[in-house]
């Protein structure tokens, strides 16, 4: 994938993995807001207020039924240092909504132009991932019909 710019950028993508957190719990909130962990990179630099981001739900070990996008927000402000000692990640605030149904992993893989998500093709990479502008916009279209999308798209 090419480096990520303001101008390449659809939208970010926090990834939960149902091993270390408690998906089921998150999900039946319908919140999944507040501060998520983001790897110190280029990428976590480039992160600001205003812009969309995803939650994705790995299922890798087979502990969460369904491997998808559950969750559409925004990023609320930029990464910050927690100056934690035993914790150099960065932390990014967010407000994000979860949906009742996801878009799977499968749909996206057998639907052109969302068939290479980074996700799909890169599944242990850090917080940050991204998906690009054009993969945005055919997400976008696919998450405009959950119920819960109103308002946050």
């Not at 939960?16 to 976590?44: E, I, M, Q």
């Not at 559950?70 to 994000?96: F, K, N, Q, S, Y």
Request: with cysteine; proline share 8%.
């Amino acid at each position: 994938m090419e480096k990520v710019t303001a101008r390449t950028l659809g939208a970010w993508v926090i990834t939960v993995n149902p091993r270390k957190t408690d998906v089921a719990s998150l999900l039946a909130d319908g919140h999944a807001g507040g501060d998520w962990c983001v790897a110190p990179n280029y990428r976590s630099r480039l992160m600001a207020a205003g812009q969309p981001i995803l939650l994705w739900v790995s299922n890798r070990s087979g502990v969460h039924p369904a491997r998808g996008f559950w969750g559409v927000g925004t990023v609320l402000g930029p990464a910050v240092d927690m100056h934690d000692p035993d914790d150099p990640r960065l932390h990014v605030p967010t407000e994000i909504t979860t949906l009742g149904e996801p878009v799977t992993a499968a749909e996206c893989a057998g639907t052109a132009g969302l068939d290479r998500l980074e996700m799909l093709r890169s599944p242990q990479q850090s917080n940050p991932s991204v998906v690009t502008a054009s993969e945005w916009s055919l997400l976008r279209a696919r998450l405009e019909r959950a119920p819960e999308a109103p308002g946050l798209l």
